[in-house]
T-cell receptor, first 117, second 113 residues
Framework: GAGVSQSPSNKVTEKGKDVELRCDPI?????LYWYRQRLGQGLEFLIY????????KSGLPSDRFSAERTGESVSTLTIQRTQQEDSAVYLC???????????????FGDGTRLSIL | DAKTTQPPSMDCAEGRAANLPCNHS???????VYWYRQIHSQGPQYIIH???NNETNEMASLIITEDRKSSTLILPHATLRDTAVYYC??????????????FGIGTKLQVIP
């Protein structure tokens, strides 16, 4: 499809398990972002990729959270030893990421709704 | 990035224009004003953006005051499908292609039949 695709759309898992969330950005978009949205809250920035590198990972809440990107395309967000407070919607966005271009909207997927029991 | 202030909620009658205000008094010269909306259970959707001139596209119009300290998003003929949370953001893309944005709680627009 033409948009940002995330999978799974829903994930329910037990506390302590590891989970892996996937994001397929729009083709040709070099910038990729992960956000977390708790119920009734705004979006919380987690990490930014430019190509396969992550120049800003300042929003990752703990060392249980990690992300990677390969082929300047697909990205995975991994949460190890999940806790109940990790329950949220995890959103991925991509943009052109063109250096020197000052206005580049982000295009979002519909997120993965993660529930930790 | 500059902070924005929006009313937490608004109502609009179906078929009427919805005017959503946003204050961004600390905006800097190279920051753009972006509007996104989030319909329940979906990811945010880009609507429109502008620097200092008014902008219009198929979805909406954006009016930015001359001093750039506030803006208004206008949905000319609101429909029930426009019921959503609307986010006003000011941001810029740095030389490396990175646009750091902060989404607050936005304005919850309810379109009433």
């Amino acid at each position: 499809g033409a948009g940002v695709s995330q999978s799974p759309s829903n994930k329910v898992t037990e506390k302590g398990k590891d989970v892996e969330l996937r994001c397929d950005p729009i083709s040709g978009h070099t910038a990729l972002y992960w956000y977390r949205q708790r119920l009734g809250q705004g979006l919380e920035f987690l990490i930014y990729f430019q190509g396969n590198s992550a120049p800003d990972k300042s929003g990752l809440p703990s060392d249980r959270f990690s992300a990677e990107r390969t082929g300047e395309s697909v990205s995975t967000l991994t949460i190890q030893r999940t806790q109940q407070e990790d329950s949220a919607v995890y959103l991925c966005a991509s943009s052109l990421g063109t250096r020197g271009s000052s206005n580049q909207p982000q295009h979002f997927g519909d997120g993965t709704r993660l529930s930790i029991l | 990035d500059a902070k924005t202030t929006q009313p937490p909620s608004m109502d609009c009658a179906e078929g009427r224009a919805a005017n959503l205000p946003c204050n961004h008094s600390t905006i800097s010269g190279n920051e753009y004003v972006y509007w996104y909306r989030q319909i329940h259970s979906q990811g945010p959707q880009y609507i429109i953006h502008g620097l200092k001139n008014n902008e219009t596209n198929e979805m909406a119009s954006l009016i930015i005051t001359e001093d750039r300290k506030s803006s208004t998003l206008i949905l000319p003929h609101a429909t029930l499908r426009d019921t959503a949370v609307y986010y006003c953001i000011v941001s810029r893309t740095n030389s490396g292609g990175y646009q750091k944005v902060t989404f607050g709680i936005g304005t919850k627009l309810q379109v009433i039949p």
